[in-house]
């Protein structure tokens, strides 16, 4: 093969491998602050775009709250982009200075061996040069050397030429990453004047609140021990289930694991081969309704407001669109169905797993059906006060709590 060729060859498997590298880590960076970028217009459509019937104050700050969040979170996605820039930038720029000072010392070379050749090129010193030789052996390695000088002198004229494009290419490259860096700085700065107001906006709520701090704080303790005794009963209903479904398959006579605890499901074999598939699928779940985003954390949260206050999350808040349906995340059977003032609970069995859908307007199964995967089971209820739409959800593992975020798909 010749040798251009093969050079050429090189030089750009080594440009197309680098760059595919460091383009790699690139488009990572872009992919997340592009799902940032979208999880902000999702914050708009679902927060901030319901008209609200009565002003309230605690429900406009954690709206507001979530999209300063996820706002920072950008921020810090650009930063890192630029960080990323900056550097390629700088590595490009030392890379065109080396390439640069390597193509003058060969076209320095090539020079000094044009201008020994044009000495002594002519036709007439080559065939004396040749003559002289003293047998036949020494002319054959004469010529031979002649052959090697002038391949090597077209090979140092590649190299040049190479050497040339690769720089060239550098250098577009170089431009297109300041292009990029300037253009991502431009949208940094648009985001920091926007999250300046929304912080202006978000003070202005808390020194509201503040205000009637201890108004406020009777109403969340109120709300907290309605919960309380929601989730109550809804544990109460979970062990119900669970002594119910146990007392069924026993009196079917069906193969049960002995080895169950009491106060958890005793499985048959295919209730065991539906709880591992549930397991193999952590992490993996789809989401219970098509659009929608986490408004409130499972576990125990202080309030980002008043102070001595904490929340305590037995399950995940999702705030979805109006009249967005409830989808199951896995096959199974709807265990039980509970109604409590006017809105619905869907409990659905994965082998020894349940998953939970409360805070229903309408429920579109019953007790006892078989349900598979993304099933449409009712309608999220809407609050005509705040005019949100949210999705209480939960998953049990017997009668212990899940958190469900290490469930669902990110």
Same mark, same amino acid.
């Given at each position: 093969m010749p040798f251009k060729k093969i050079l050429f060859g090189c030089c750009f498997l080594f440009i197309t491998l680098g760059c595919w590298g460091q383009s790699a880590e690139q488009r990572a960076l872009e992919k997340k602050r592009e799902q940032?970028?979208?999880?902000?217009?999702?914050?708009?459509?679902?927060?901030?775009? &319901?008209?609200?019937?009565?002003?309230?104050?605690?429900?406009?700050?954690?709206?507001?709250?979530?999209?300063?969040?996820?706002?920072?979170?950008?921020? /810090?996605?650009?930063?890192?982009?630029?960080?990323?820039?900056?550097?390629?930038?700088?590595?490009?720029?030392?890379?065109?200075?080396?390439?640069?000072?390597?193509l003058e010392a060969l076209k320095a070379d090539y020079a000094e061996m044009i201008l020994k050749s044009y000495k002594s090129k002519s036709e007439q010193s080559k065939l004396m040069f040749l003559l002289s030789s003293e047998d036949f052996f020494q002319a054959y390695k004469r010529y031979r050397y002649m052959q090697q000088y002038a391949a090597f002198r077209k090979k140092q004229g590649d190299s040049i030429q190479l050497k040339t494009t690769q720089i060239n290419q550098l250098k577009r490259s170089l431009e297109n990453q300041k292009k990029s860096k300037e253009k991502l700085a431009e949208e940094n700065r648009a985001e920091a004047n926007q999250i300046k107001k929304e912080k202006a906006?978000?003070?202005?709520?808390?020194?509201?609140?503040?205000?009637?701090?201890?108004?406020?704080?009777?109403?969340?303790?109120?709300?907290q021990l309605e919960e309380k005794q929601i989730e109550r009963e809804i544990e109460r209903?979970?062990?119900?289930?669970?002594?119910?479904?146990?007392?069924?398959?026993?009196? &079917?006579?069906?193969?049960?694991?002995?080895n169950a605890k009491s106060e958890g499901f005793a499985l048959t074999p295919e209730g065991k081969a539906l709880a591992s598939r549930f397991e193999q699928?952590?992490?993996?779940? #789809?989401? #219970?309704?098509?659009?929608?985003?986490?408004?409130? /954390?499972?576990?125990?949260? #202080?309030? #980002? &407001?008043?102070?001595?206050?904490?929340?305590?999350?037995?399950?995940?808040?999702? &705030?979805?669109?109006?009249?967005?349906?409830?989808?199951?995340?896995?096959?199974?059977t709807v265990l039980a169905i509970q109604s409590v003032s006017g809105r619905h609970a869907v409990y659905i069995q994965h082998g020894n797993y349940i998953s939970l859908y409360n805070n229903l307007d309408k429920v579109y199964v019953n007790k006892g059906q078989e349900v598979v995967l993304k099933q449409s089971i009712g309608t999220v209820f809407t609050d005509k006060v705040t005019g949100k739409t949210t999705l209480k959800f939960q998953i049990w593992k017997d009668t212990q709590r899940q958190n469900p975020q290490y469930w669902l798909s990110k």
């Amino acid at each position: 093969m010749p040798f251009k060729k093969i050079l050429f060859g090189c030089c750009f498997l080594f440009i197309t491998l680098g760059c595919w590298g460091q383009s790699a880590e690139q488009r990572a960076l872009e992919k997340k602050r592009e799902q940032l970028q979208q999880e902000i217009a999702r914050v708009n459509k679902l927060l901030f775009s &319901t008209q609200k019937k009565q002003k309230n104050l605690l429900s406009n700050l954690e709206d507001l709250n979530k999209k300063i969040e996820v706002r920072e979170e950008l921020i /810090k996605a650009i930063e890192a982009e630029i960080a990323y820039l900056d550097n390629k930038v700088q590595q490009q720029q030392k890379e065109i200075a080396k390439l640069n000072k390597e193509l003058e010392a060969l076209k320095a070379d090539y020079a000094e061996m044009i201008l020994k050749s044009y000495k002594s090129k002519s036709e007439q010193s080559k065939l004396m040069f040749l003559l002289s030789s003293e047998d036949f052996f020494q002319a054959y390695k004469r010529y031979r050397y002649m052959q090697q000088y002038a391949a090597f002198r077209k090979k140092q004229g590649d190299s040049i030429q190479l050497k040339t494009t690769q720089i060239n290419q550098l250098k577009r490259s170089l431009e297109n990453q300041k292009k990029s860096k300037e253009k991502l700085a431009e949208e940094n700065r648009a985001e920091a004047n926007q999250i300046k107001k929304e912080k202006a906006n978000q003070n202005e709520l808390i020194r509201q609140i503040k205000s009637k701090e201890r108004s406020y704080a009777k109403q969340i303790k109120k709300k907290q021990l309605e919960e309380k005794q929601i989730e109550r009963e809804i544990e109460r209903v979970i062990k119900a289930a669970i002594a119910d479904a146990n007392k069924k398959n026993k009196s &079917t006579k069906k193969t049960v694991d002995v080895n169950a605890k009491s106060e958890g499901f005793a499985l048959t074999p295919e209730g065991k081969a539906l709880a591992s598939r549930f397991e193999q699928n952590r992490g993996k779940l #789809p989401w #219970p309704v098509s659009e929608g985003i986490v408004t409130r /954390k499972y576990g125990v949260i #202080p309030h #980002p &407001t008043l102070r001595g206050i904490k929340i305590d999350s037995k399950g995940i808040h999702i &705030t979805t669109k109006q009249n967005a349906i409830a989808r199951t995340v896995f096959k199974g059977t709807v265990l039980a169905i509970q109604s409590v003032s006017g809105r619905h609970a869907v409990y659905i069995q994965h082998g020894n797993y349940i998953s939970l859908y409360n805070n229903l307007d309408k429920v579109y199964v019953n007790k006892g059906q078989e349900v598979v995967l993304k099933q449409s089971i009712g309608t999220v209820f809407t609050d005509k006060v705040t005019g949100k739409t949210t999705l209480k959800f939960q998953i049990w593992k017997d009668t212990q709590r899940q958190n469900p975020q290490y469930w669902l798909s990110k």
